[in-house]
Structure formats: structure tokens, C-alpha cells
């Protein structure tokens, strides 16, 4: 079955440090990989996401993530946090097929400190 | 704008009653999905629709249904059989058969509350 893995609940980073989250799946073909993150009572924002090709995926607000297929792992990283960074993030995996489900993480909550 | 939206953002249910909640879709997207959310679980598959006036059960469909008559619109109904109904409920949609994407775009949420 489907199962991704997010081991970290809460991580806490100082404000211009570098920011590594992880995410492990499991899956039985080719997946596609996803990093979304919400806020406080919002809904989820698309980050990144990897189909094939170059395994290293840049996203919005400055993010990237690696894919490591002999790992079967997707990591998020920031070289720098922002404040604004504060949020929840979750990994999600998925066929290539539109219309089928993704399975979610339980999600890392990213605490900044200044 | 193109975009999801639900309402209403906040509802509160009293016990016994049966609810629905609005998920709208101006993106032309074929398909749309229903997630639960309750701290620390991530997100659950309630119900998903490829096409107009077809859905699939996701993984806890039990004491939800929803329908799709319109390509834009695909309401849930939160029933009285739903045991434990206060959660955050988050709507999305993705693009068209036979792409080769299954990016989902999410809506901005609708927390319900049994009072």
C-alpha cells in the first residue's frame, strides 16, 4: 500500500538558517511527489512537485526538493527561513493518473525563531 | 480570478442534523476531491469525481455523500450517520482526462463544529 512518512512533527529553525524537511514514501511504480504547505485555518499551496527528469525540483518561495529514488525520498530544503516560513508542510504522494487520490503525510510543523 | 472556493469558512452543526458544504471550481478542471483533516492525521480521502455525474468512495466515505452535476460544483454532505463530523474540510480539484499531471489545487477550507 501507499504510505508516506513524515518523521519530524515539529521542527524549530533560527531565522536565516537552512531548513531541511524530510519526507519518505512508499509505492509500488513511478510516483509523483509533491510538497504543499499551509497556513493556520487555510487551505494547502503547491510548493513543488517532481514527475521525471532532473531530480532536483526548485518551487515557489525558495524552496527545492530532491528526489532520491534509492532512498525513496523526497526532502524539502531552504537554504535561508524566512519568518513567513512558519507553516505547516506536507508531502504527498500519487500515480500519474489525473483523478486518482494522493496520499499524505501527516505533515511537519516548521516553528521560526527569531 | 480563476480559483477554488468553498463556503461557508465556519459551520456549526448541532447533533443529528445533516450539513452540506459548498466547493466551487472556475479552473475547468474534470476532476475534484474531498479531503478530512484532523491534527496530526494529514489529510483523508472522502470522496473523489472524475467526471460529471460519476464519484468514487475514498478511504472514510462512511456518513458523507456528495454529488456532481455540474462540472464546477461538487457539494459534500455531511450526514448524521458521520460519528465524529467536527474536522477541517478541504476541497480540490485537478485538471482533465488524460493529462499526465494529478496536480491537485486546494480550496481555503471549511471548519465544521458539532455542538
Known amino acids: 500500500a501507499q504510505s508516506v512518512t513524515q518523521p519530524d512533527i515539529h521542527i524549530t529553525v533560527s531565522e536565516g538558517a537552512s531548513l531541511e524537511l524530510r519526507c519518505n514514501y512508499s509505492y509500488g511504480a513511478t510516483p509523483y511527489l509533491f510538497w504543499y504547505v499551509q497556513s493556520p485555518g487555510q487551505g494547502l499551496q503547491l510548493l513543488l512537485k517532481y514527475f521525471s527528469g532532473d531530480t532536483l525540483v526548485q518551487g515557489i518561495k525558495g524552496f527545492e526538493a530532491e528526489f532520491k529514488r534509492s532512498q525513496s525520498s523526497f526532502n524539502l530544503r531552504k537554504p535561508s527561513v524566512h519568518w513567513s516560513d512558519a507553516a505547516e508542510y506536507f508531502c504527498?504522494?500519487?500515480?500519474?493518473?489525473?483523478?486518482?487520490?494522493?496520499?499524505f503525510g501527516a505533515g511537519t510543523i516548521l516553528r521560526v525563531k527569531s | 480570478d480563476g480559483g477554488i472556493t468553498q463556503s461557508p469558512k465556519y459551520l456549526f452543526r448541532k447533533e443529528g442534523q445533516n450539513v452540506t458544504l459548498s466547493c466551487e471550481q472556475n479552473?475547468?478542471?474534470?476532476?475534484m476531491y474531498w479531503y478530512r483533516q484532523d491534527p496530526g492525521q494529514g489529510l483523508r480521502l472522502i470522496y473523489y469525481?472524475?467526471?460529471?455525474?460519476?464519484?468514487q468512495k475514498g478511504d472514510i466515505a462512511e456518513g458523507y455523500s456528495v454529488s456532481r452535476e455540474k462540472k464546477e460544483s461538487f457539494p459534500l454532505t455531511v450526514t448524521s450517520a458521520q460519528k465524529n463530523p467536527t474536522a477541517f474540510y478541504l476541497c480540490?480539484?485537478?485538471?482533465?482526462?488524460?493529462?499526465?499531471?494529478?496536480?491537485?489545487?486546494f480550496g481555503p477550507g471549511t471548519r465544521l463544529t458539532v455542538l
Open positions: 480540490a480539484s485537478s485538471l482533465r482526462v488524460g493529462s499526465h499531471t494529478n496536480t491537485q489545487y
Open positions: 469525481s472524475q467526471i460529471v455525474n460519476d464519484f
Open positions: 479552473l475547468n478542471h474534470d476532476a
Open positions: 504527498a504522494v500519487g500515480p500519474m493518473e489525473y483523478g486518482n487520490k494522493l496520499v
